[in-house]
């Protein structure tokens, strides 16, 4: 290469630079020999200094840090538990990686169903020293598990929280996210806490007694999958469930009550109990079913639904049977009580089994509860009034607005059928699929007639669907007739 001229000229330029970085790196020794003879030492070190200074002036800055101490304890009275720390705990618990943790703490505890059946939880938090993190809005959270103690831990931890004597948890970040951590990350993790533990929670049913309610471990197996309806109705009833449970911004903002309000009606036997009972335990609310007829007066109704926590479900059922709309002049006719004092529009609560009763409660009182009250106090609450007759309901009951959603549960289709014939015998076709399906077009019968046929013979799927097929035929002869001699009448 060297031969070429091009070659030639690459090789001086290569020959130049290396004798200029030799002059360079001998000057450079030749400085640094010169100062070290001539410099006096407290000018070499203030020259280091000035380095040095420059070096850290231009290098990165090192983040500031903060630190959140969340103490077990808030102090030493019996009420002075932290919910901070349990949320804190119960959300961690979901987030911890075993396979990078070192030591790990594991506890195991059995949740006793109202059936007598049992379900094993698991429970993982970082033993005392451990850490782990955790990454939320594109912030890294560092969390620390301190030991607690008397202050003399062994440790010789300085931290603030051993000092304390308390278990406590240290959650570190950069300080520029002091406001992403205290404005938004605490506030999920309540929240993520408090979702985990409704799911894990026994649900119960409340039932009132005078102005107070009595609860009682529910477990009603009813779920969406186990209902059986409409598909598009389920599947509409279910989208509006989970739209209000994610609105709570949005109800905020129009200054709305979260709340909402469902209309079941439908004939008896069509699920409407059991559709309460699935809502229960899809949203994982407990259930508060009122009984209108042990309610004395608007002030016991308003104990009464003051009383009831976020995150429940109110159900009246049979709301035609539990106020009359006879009007004031009805009732003096019917009776001797003196209505001097009532207004023109006030209703007479009716016992479950419809007779009047004494003291009263209105219509309006309730609504303007519910739509009053429960805006100032609570949130998170379901309303579900069920109504064999929706045409007996006061209109005011009605009025848009007022019931966010009807549901009409209706006679048994064939989808409902398919939906029974698999709960109760684990099958999705049949050899008499199609008759029962012609049948099912042109008979009414309920959901409940039909799963009382499917459960007459509950090992012989056979037997059972024939049963049931005799008993649709049944029923269609017997409309059949009804109709021939309504004919023969009307004729
Ligand atoms: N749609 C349905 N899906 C599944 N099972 C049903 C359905 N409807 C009725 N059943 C069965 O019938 C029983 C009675 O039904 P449920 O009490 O839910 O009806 P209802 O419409 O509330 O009746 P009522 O108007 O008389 O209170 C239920 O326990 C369940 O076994």
Not at 16 to 21: C, D, E, I, S
Not at 69 to 83: H, W
Not at 309 to 324: A, G, Q, T, W, Y
Not at 397 to 416: F, I, K, N, Q, S
Request: net charge negative.
């Amino acid at each position: 290469m060297a031969s070429s001229p091009e070659g030639a000229k690459v090789l001086d330029a290569y020959k130049k630079a290396l004798a200029t970085a030799a002059s360079v790196t001998a000057y450079a020794m030749l400085a640094r020999g010169m100062a070290r003879e001539l410099l006096p030492d407290e000018l070499r070190a203030a020259v280091r200094w000035g380095t040095a200074l420059v070096r850290s002036r231009l290098a990165a800055p090192e983040k500031e840090r903060r630190t959140i101490v969340i103490r077990r304890q808030l102090g030493s009275g019996a009420y002075s538990e932290n919910d901070l720390f349990d949320a804190s705990v119960t959300y961690l618990a979901t987030r911890i990686n075993p396979q990078t943790m070192r030591r790990l703490c594991v506890s195991r505890t059995r949740k006793k169903e109202p059936d007598g059946s049992g379900s094993w939880s698991t429970l993982l938090c970082m033993e005392h020293g451990g850490s782990t993190t955790d990454a939320f809005d594109g912030v890294e959270f560092h969390w620390t598990s301190i030991e607690g103690g008397n202050g003399n831990d062994g440790n010789n931890n300085s931290s603030s929280s051993s000092r304390g004597g308390k278990e406590s948890l240290e959650l570190s970040f950069d300080a520029e996210h002091t406001e992403t951590a205290l404005e938004k990350y605490v506030p999920f993790i309540m929240s993520t806490a408090e979702e985990l533990r409704l799911r894990d929670r026994s649900l119960k049913i409340f039932l009132n007694q005078g102005s107070s309610w009595k609860g009682i471990n529910h477990h009603h197996p009813a779920t969406f999958d186990t209902l059986a309806m409409e598909p598009s109705v389920k599947q509409s009833v279910l989208d509006d469930l989970d739209r209000f449970l994610k609105r709570k911004e949005y109800y905020r903002r129009i200054g709305k009550a979260w709340k909402r309000g469902y209309l079941l009606y439908g004939p008896p036997g069509t699920g409407k109990s059991s559709l309460v009972a699935a809502m229960a335990n899809y949203l994982r609310f407990n259930l508060y079913d009122l009984d209108l007829s042990g309610v004395y007066d608007n002030s016991c109704l308003q104990r009464l639904l003051i009383d009831m926590p976020n995150k429940s479900l109110l159900v009246i059922e049979d709301i035609d049977c539990s106020f009359d709309s006879m009007s004031r002049e009805d009732r003096k006719a019917g009776d001797d009580t003196d209505y001097t004092d009532e207004d023109d529009d006030e209703y007479v609560p009716r016992a479950r089994g419809g007779y009047p009763q004494e003291r009263k409660i209105t219509l309006s009182g309730l609504l303007n509860f519910i739509d009053g009250l429960w805006s100032t106090c609570g949130e998170e609450r379901i309303i579900v009034f069920t109504t064999n007759y929706k045409d007996r309901l006061d209109p005011a009951l009605l009025r848009p607005g007022r019931m966010d959603m009807h549901v009409y549960m209706g006679h048994c289709g064939w989808e409902a059928f398919k939906t029974l014939a698999r709960n109760y015998h684990l099958i999705d076709d049949h050899a008499l699929f199609p008759e029962i399906q012609a049948l099912l077009a042109v008979v009414e019968v309920t959901p409940a007639e039909v799963s009382e046929m499917l459960l007459r013979s509950e090992d012989d799927v056979d037997v059972a669907l024939r049963v049931l097929m005799e008993f649709l035929q049944g029923r269609r002869r017997a409309t059949e007739e009804a109709e021939n001699k309504d004919g023969v009448s009307t004729r």
